[in-house]
């Protein structure tokens, strides 16, 4: 019995790691349809469910593709409705820095498995920097005092201080050129192709599941016929 619960969680482990990657590669395409993720989206949370009751920790691999889906979800949901880009003006940016900020805190929390990760710890550093230069520098919203506590905590934590007026210039040069900025110009659209360019180099670091080479209708169809074997994956997955 023992063999075939390890099997079967095995099993479920890359199942799940599939369907994570086909809605990465959903996300990734900028021109698609996020909508025909939904059903990868509701198996996904059942068998996340599933591993959470029976206290499964997920590799940083996983992780980082959850950090992925969640964060490219993120900037979809938030696109100006009138534009392309999220990065129109203060409002949108000021919600999309914060979102992804907030994103990032709670992917580390719920996979701390991704911190062994090096792009995941970049990127987190790269969004604090842009979170506290933003705010600080140009944005006229008032509410974002707790926002810059937390950010100010984390950079801290990567020996990055700003105690004075100096440390934030240093900060503030550092990240222009990172991004390629001339003076203050184009933050908004600079800001997202760094954020863009970090999450393409994450998507890179992506291995191809082991399943990635079947259908979503054959690993069910594999499910079905080794019924006895997988009955509770059946049931969670509502295959009948």
């Known amino acids: 019995m023992k063999l075939n619960n390890d099997l079967s969680m095995f099993v479920d482990i890359m199942y799940y790691d599939f369907i994570l990657y086909k809605i990465v590669e959903v996300y990734r395409n900028t021109t698609g349809d996020c909508s025909t993720s939904d059903e990868y989206f509701d198996i996904a949370s059942k068998l996340c469910k599933k591993f959470k009751t ?9 992780a980082l593709k959850i950090m992925y889906i969640k964060f490219k979800r993120m900037l979809k949901m938030e696109n100006c409705p009138e534009k392309t880009t999220p990065f129109c003006c203060d409002h949108h940016i000021s919600v999309v ?4 900020f907030d994103c990032l805190v709670s992917v580390k929390q719920e996979y701390p498995a991704v911190m062994q990760k090096k792009i995941f710890v970049d990127l987190n550093i790269l969004v604090a920097s842009l979170v506290f230069v933003y705010f600080r520098e140009y944005s006229k919203k008032d509410d974002s005092k707790e926002l810059m506590i937390a950010v100010h905590n984390y950079l801290k934590t990567h020996k990055i201080e700003i105690t004075s007026t100096e440390d934030f210039l240093r900060l503030k040069d550092s990240l222009f050129n990172k991004l390629g900025m001339v003076a203050n110009s184009n933050f908004g659209e600079k800001m997202i192709i760094a954020i863009e360019n970090m999450l393409e180099k994450t998507f890179q670091m992506f291995k191809e599941p082991f399943l990635y080479t079947l259908s979503v209708e054959k690993v069910t169809d594999i499910l079905r016929k080794h019924d006895k074997m997988f009955k509770s994956e059946r049931e969670t997955l509502n295959i009948n």
């Not at 029976?54 to 996983?62: E, G, P, R, V």
């Not at 820095?97 to 992804?100: F, I």
């Open 54 to 62: 029976q206290k499964i920790s997920l590799d940083s691999q996983i």
């Open 97 to 100: 820095l914060k979102k992804g």
